[in-house]
C-alpha cells in the first residue's frame, strides 16, 4: 500500500519568511495531493491540492509542487502571519474520492 | 451550507465498554469517510462508503471495529471492548462521487481509562 512521509515535524519560521514543507510518497499509481491545515480542536481543512497532470499549483501565499519522477511534493508558504501556525499534512491517493495516505504531520509555529 | 458533523465531541469510557460513534456527513455526498488520529500522528484510514457499494473495510484495525452507514445519510463508527490503544480522535469525512475534496467533521475525542 501507499506510504507518505512528511518532514519536517517542526517548523519555526519569524513572521514574514517562507516555509516549506516536503512529502514522498510510495506508490506511483497516487495521482491526487491535498494538504491540509488542522488548527486545535478542529477537523483538518483542505488548504490546496495538486493532480498529477501538472507540477506545480499557487494560491496566494500557498505553493505546492510535484514531482512525480521522485514521487515527492512540498507545501510552500511565503510571507508567513501568525494565522498560519498550525499542523500541516500532506496526503496521497489515487484520487479526490479514493482514501487518502497521510504524512505525520508538521507543526508550524510563525513567531513574531 | 452545513459541514460535516459529528457527535458526540468527546467521550469518555472505561475499558471493556461498547462506544457509538455518529458522523452527519454534507447534504448530497456519497461518500464518507472514517479516520483515527492519534495523539501527535497523522490520520490514518479506517472505512470508506461509497453509495450503495460494499464498503472498503481495509482499514479496520480489528474485529472491534465496525461502521455502518444508511444509505447516503449518517454513519456510526462502533467500537467494541474498548482498550486504552483506542483512545485518539476519530474524524469523519465526506465527498462528492467524482473528483472532489473530502471534508472533515471536528472529531470524536474518545478516552478509554
Known amino acids: 500500500g501507499e506510504n507518505v512521509e512528511q518532514h519536517p515535524s517542526t517548523l519555526s519560521v519569524q513572521e514574514g519568511d517562507s516555509a516549506v514543507i516536503k512529502c514522498t510518497y510510495s506508490d506511483s499509481a497516487s495521482n491526487y495531493f491535498p494538504w491540509y491545515k488542522q488548527e486545535l480542536g478542529k477537523g483538518p481543512q483542505l488548504i490546496i491540492d495538486i493532480r498529477s497532470n501538472v507540477g506545480e499549483k499557487k494560491d496566494q501565499r500557498i505553493a505546492v509542487t510535484l514531482n512525480k519522477t521522485a514521487k515527492h511534493f512540498s507545501l510552500h508558504i511565503t510571507e508567513t502571519q501568525p494565522e498560519d501556525s498550525a499542523v500541516y499534512f500532506c496526503a496521497a491517493s489515487i484520487s479526490a474520492a479514493s482514501k487518502l495516505t497521510f504524512g505525520t504531520g508538521t507543526r508550524l509555529q510563525v513567531t513574531l | ?113
Open chain 2, 1 to 113: 451550507g452545513a459541514g460535516v458533523s459529528q457527535s458526540p465531541s468527546n467521550k469518555v469510557t472505561e475499558k471493556g465498554k461498547d462506544v457509538e460513534l455518529r458522523c452527519d456527513p454534507i447534504s448530497g455526498h456519497t461518500a464518507l469517510y472514517w479516520y483515527r488520529q492519534r495523539l501527535g500522528q497523522g490520520l490514518e484510514f479506517l472505512i470508506y462508503f461509497q453509495g450503495n457499494s460494499a464498503p472498503d473495510k481495509s482499514g479496520l484495525p480489528s474485529d472491534r471495529f465496525s461502521a455502518e452507514r444508511t444509505g447516503e445519510s449518517v454513519s456510526t463508527l462502533t467500537i467494541q471492548r474498548t482498550q486504552q490503544e483506542d483512545s485518539a480522535v476519530y474524524l469523519c469525512a465526506s465527498s462528492l462521487v467524482r473528483g472532489s475534496e473530502q471534508y472533515f467533521g471536528p472529531g470524536t475525542r474518545l478516552t478509554v481509562t
